[in-house]
Every structure is written in C-alpha cells, then in structure tokens.
C-alpha cells in the first residue's frame, strides 16, 4: 500500500456517525473519500461537503450523501491533503486548484484535519510554487502586483488555454523559493485588488495524518493546541 493511501484511509477513522465532514480535494484524500464510501455501505451515518467538483462527483458515484454548504448547520470536520506541510503545520495548498473551497471548507470547520505522505513534510515553505486564485479581469495587472512581492509567477494553463477553477478564475503558481513569514504572505496576498484567495493556510490545522512508506503512520493530533502552548512557554 503506497503511502497516500495509507494515510487516506487511516483519516476516515476519525468520521463518526452523524458528522458533517468536509471532503477534500487529490490524490492522498481520494483514499479517504473512498473509504467512506465503503463505511457508509456499511452504514455509518455521515454527511459530506466537498471542496470541488471532482470531489462532489466522486462522492457521489460512491453514494456518499452530500449536503449544500449553505445547508450545513455546522461541519465537523474537514479533511484534505496538502502540498507542503511545515514543522508548524502551516500549508501550501492548491496544486489539484481547489483552494478558495477548500479554504472556506477548513475555515468554517470545527476541526481541520491533513493527510499527506512523507515526502509532503519540508523545513521551510515555498519550493512548491505557491498557487494564488485571481480573477480574469485585468489579470495581468494583479500578476505584476503579486510578483512585485518577490515571485515569480506563471498562469496555470489547461493545455493552451488558461486553467479555469470551479469558481470560474484562474491561477497563477507563485515562485516565490522561500517563505519565511506565511501569516504575513497570505496577508498581503489577499490584500491585492483582484486576487481571490491564495493556498497558505496558516495555523488552521488541527490534526495530521503522515503515511510513511513500508505501512507506517504517523499521527499527531490537536497540533494547533501543542504549537500555541509550545509558543507561550519560550
Ligand atoms: O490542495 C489540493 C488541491 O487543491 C490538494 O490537497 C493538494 O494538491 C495535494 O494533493 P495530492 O494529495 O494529490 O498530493
């Protein structure tokens, strides 16, 4: 069993009857998502809430019920994967372009946890270009603004023509090496006119899941709490 898969169906045993559950996006919660389909077979009550539409169809075929956001009182739990992963747990996110949902998705959620396998886990953000959702209109103003942050970018292209998200935008992967500050990135980021939402996700993780080649599995959860104490004893 590759290391995706290991630590995609160890992630849906944290889904408990009766929770909402934010589904993710890719190739390491794909192992989640059908894990739950064969728990719902097996009658576990869940509902989910996807993060793109490649999820909502996957869910589907797998006869997973699935409940509108803005029909969802409260979401449990949200589970995805990731792109890169730091010591702080902080993310990059985006590579599968389903950020602005799965942002949203992790935000509104009670618990936010992350699958990824080893080779996701790095010392210091940024050697995955960081993915940033910006709107068609003028998008190459908002391109040169962005790269006047210290980057640089290039369109997200779906054979010749631009990369279109399921919101309708675009996306520019970000080149930016090394991020030191991602709390202060993500913010002026999204504090450019025309740019939607970028994919670090800074301090938002709860729980993590790391499969490990040869079967193993690492996990560590209530991560948020342990940086924040670990924080206020130096
Ligand atoms: O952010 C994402 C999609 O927008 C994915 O979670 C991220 O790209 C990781 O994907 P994978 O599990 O396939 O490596």
Not at 103 to 122: G, H, N, P, Q, W
Not at 140 to 156: A, F, H, P, V
Not at 179 to 206: K, S
Request: aromatic share 6%.
């Amino acid at each position: 069993m590759d290391a995706k898969q290991i630590a995609g169906e160890k992630a849906a045993e944290y889904v408990k009857d009766e929770m909402v559950v934010g589904l993710g996006t890719g190739s390491t919660v794909y192992w989640t998502i059908v894990k739950l389909g064969q728990l719902v077979k097996n009658g576990l009550k869940m509902k989910g809430v996807p993060t793109s539409t490649k999820t909502e169809e996957l869910a589907r075929s797998l006869g997973i019920p699935l409940i509108d956001i803005n029909n969802a009182k409260k979401i449990d739990l949200a589970i995805d994967g990731a792109d890169e992963v730091d010591a702080e747990f902080n993310l990059i996110k985006g590579g599968g372009g389903a950020l602005l949902r799965e942002k949203m998705i992790a935000s509104l959620a009670e618990r936010f946890l992350v699958v990824v396998d080893e080779t996701k886990c790095v010392k210091t953000l940024g050697s995955f270009p960081l993915p940033v959702e910006i709107v068609p209109f003028g998008w190459q103003m908002t391109r040169n603004r962005i790269d006047g942050l210290g980057c640089e970018s290039k369109l997200r292209t779906a054979g010749r023509a631009p990369y279109i998200t399921d919101n309708g935008n675009f996306i520019l992967d970000c080149g930016f090496d090394e991020i030191h500050d991602a709390n202060g990135l993500n913010l002026e980021l999204n504090r450019i006119p025309g740019v939607v939402e970028n994919g670090l996700f800074v301090n938002m993780t709860d729980a993590i899941v790391i499969g490990r080649n040869r079967g193993k599995v690492e996990e560590c959860l209530f991560c948020r709490e342990r940086i924040q104490s670990s924080t206020h004893t130096k």
